[in-house]
Antibody
C-alpha cells in the first residue's frame, strides 16, 4: 500500500529555517517524480517544487533560491529545506507522488502545517 | 508570472451536467500542458481525477471526463451527485514547473 507521511512542520520566526520530511512506503521515491504542494489557510493549492527520478529539480518562482528539494534514497524519504521563511510561506505542505511526466499527484500525504510568525 | 484561471464558483443541480474550465495566461491550453484535475473536500488532501488531459485514474468515477475546449482544459461532470460538491483544481505544466489554477468551488444544489 502506498503511503506518504509528512513531518517537520511547526512554528518558526520570519527569516528562520525548517526542514520538512516525507516518508514513503509501498513504492520507491527515487524511481518516481516527487512534488511538494502547499495550501495557505483558506486558500487554493500552490505547486512548490518537483524532483525528477533523474535528479533534476524545479521550483515555483515564489520559493526559488530559498527552498531546496532533495531525497534520501536509502531512507526512501523526500525533503524540503526551507530557508529565509516569510509570513506568506505559512501553509499546509503536502508531498505527492507523480508517477509519470504527465501524471501528477496520484498519492498525497496528509500534510504538515508550517506557521511563520513572530 | 504565469496565471492559470478557473471559474471561482459554479452551481449545478443533482443529476445535471457541468463543465469547469482552465485557462492559461500564456495562450491556448494544448495537450502539451498535460492538464491534470484534482478534487478537494474540506479537511482532506486533494484527490487526483484526470491526468494528461483526459485520462482517468482507476478510482475516477465514470461521470468525470477531461477534454480540451476552446483553447482551455475542461472537466465535465455528467449526472452530478451530491458527493461531488467540492473544490476542483487544474494543474498545468510549463516545462519543468507546474502551476495550479485558483480552484472552482462546485456547489450541488
Amino acid at each position: 500500500e502506498v503511503q506518504l507521511v509528512e513531518s517537520g512542520g511547526g512554528l518558526v520566526q520570519p527569516g528562520g529555517s525548517l526542514r520538512l520530511s516525507c516518508a514513503a512506503s509501498g513504492f520507491t521515491v527515487s524511481s518516481n517524480y516527487m512534488s511538494w504542494v502547499r495550501q495557505a489557510p483558506g486558500k487554493g493549492l500552490e505547486w512548490v517544487s518537483v524532483i525528477y527520478s533523474g535528479g533534476s529539480t524545479y521550483y515555483a518562482d515564489s520559493v526559488k533560491g530559498r527552498f531546496t528539494i532533495s531525497r534520501h534514497n536509502s531512507k526512501n524519504t523526500l525533503y524540503l529545506q526551507m530557508n529565509s521563511l516569510r509570513a506568506e510561506d505559512t501553509a499546509v505542505y503536502y508531498c505527492a507522488r507523480d508517477p509519470g511526466i504527465a501524471v501528477a499527484g496520484d498519492y498525497w500525504g496528509q500534510g504538515t502545517l508550517v506557521t511563520v510568525s513572530s | 508570472q504565469t496565471v492559470v484561471t478557473q471559474e471561482p464558483s459554479l452551481t449545478v443541480s443533482p443529476g445535471g451536467t457541468v463543465t469547469l474550465t482552465c485557462a492559461s495566461s500564456t495562450g491556448a491550453v494544448t495537450s502539451g500542458y498535460y492538464p491534470n484535475w484534482f478534487q478537494q473536500k474540506p479537511g482532506q488532501a486533494p484527490r487526483a481525477l484526470i491526468y494528461s488531459t483526459s485520462n482517468k485514474h482507476s478510482w475516477t468515477p465514470a461521470r468525470f471526463s477531461g477534454s480540451l475546449l476552446g483553447g482551455k482544459a475542461a472537466l465535465t461532470l455528467s449526472g452530478v451527485q451530491p458527493e461531488d460538491e467540492a473544490e476542483y483544481y487544474c494543474l498545468l505544466y510549463y516545462g519543468g514547473a507546474r502551476v495550479f489554477g485558483g480552484g472552482t468551488k462546485l456547489t450541488v444544489l
